[in-house]
């Protein structure tokens, strides 16, 4: 059998694995889940007033501040559900099934394409859910179908350069602890962006921060192709972002995974 359809077969079944070992152990994940459902809640039912006031010159309602806030919520959704995967690397490189994968006649780059499409899946299933909770409690968005369809897509491509970033840190980490708390940035960076208030309103100090980093410009062009705000050169930067991490995540996991 020649090369590509060796690795098609065999990335195939690795995917069928992890999707598995996700369905027969839902904890991680749902644990995940429930940060971003738990923050759309508190924000909009706890803090939307306060949080609500500092949007527009003349403040925004409940139902606007739902508005901005669920495309923030469904990037850190991704951010956090990735972290699912560096554990669950982290846990393959440890328990010793990839040393045993290495002895059988499989497709080397399989295991962790497995890994990387199945977390992209998980991804999307995961936004999809959190998605649906927020127009449960007020979401609603005017974008064209094909406006949705870029919108998926820009979260796919999210998804994509995450989970290989992810990847690289659970292969470097000794533990599934470790990869946790090693993959804690793709939960906190969407917390420091511009996911819940605008970074005008942010102290002066504090918006380069905000402004200069992965998630802010994602989130706007996600804003913007889901309520018809302003996009700017937030999607070439998000795009730019994702390819750029994508490359530097897939560069470093191979090496690692070559390496072990």
């Given amino acids: 059998m020649s090369s590509l359809p060796l690795a098609v077969r065999d990335s195939t079944t690795m995917l069928r694995r992890n999707l598995l070992h996700a369905r027969r152990y839902p904890s991680l994940t749902l644990n995940l889940l429930l940060t971003p459902i738990v923050l759309l809640l508190l924000f909009v ?9 500092g949007i527009g010159d003349g403040g925004a309602d409940r139902s606007e501040y739902i508005a901005y806030l669920v495309p923030g919520i469904l990037m850190m959704t991704i951010g956090g559900t990735v972290v ?12 010793g099934i990839i040393a045993r994968f290495r ?3 499989i497709h080397r780059g399989s295991v962790l394409i497995g890994h990387a499409i199945g977390s992209v899946l998980q991804c999307i299933a995961s936004v999809v859910l959190v998605g ?13 179908p094909l406006e949705w369809l870029a919108a998926l897509g820009l979260m796919a491509l999210v998804a994509l350069a995450l989970t290989w970033i992810a990847v690289g840190m659970g292969m470097i980490s000794p533990s599934a602890e470790a990869a946790s708390n090693n993959a804690l940035p793709l939960i906190v960076l969407p917390l420091i962006s511009s996911a819940f208030v605008p970074i005008d309103a942010m102290p002066g100090w504090f918006q380069p921060i905000a402004q200069y980093q992965p998630f802010t410009p994602a989130i706007e062009t996600l804003r913007g192709l889901l309520l018809g705000t302003e996009i700017g050169n937030n ?13 530097l995540g897939y560069a470093w996991s191979k090496s690692l995974f070559n390496r072990s």
Avoid at 45 to 53: E, R, S
Avoid at 235 to 247: D, K, M, P, T
């Fill in 45 to 53: 039912y706890i803090f939307g007033d306060v949080m609500g006031a």
């Fill in 235 to 247: 999607g070439w930067l998000a795009v730019g972002w994702c390819v750029a991490l994508a490359a």
């Fill in 132 to 144: 649906a909770v927020a127009v449960a409690i007020g979401f609603r968005s005017d974008a064209t």
């Fill in 84 to 95: 699912g995967t560096a554990v669950s690397v982290s846990n393959d490189m440890t328990e």
């Fill in 103 to 105: 002895t059988m006649a």
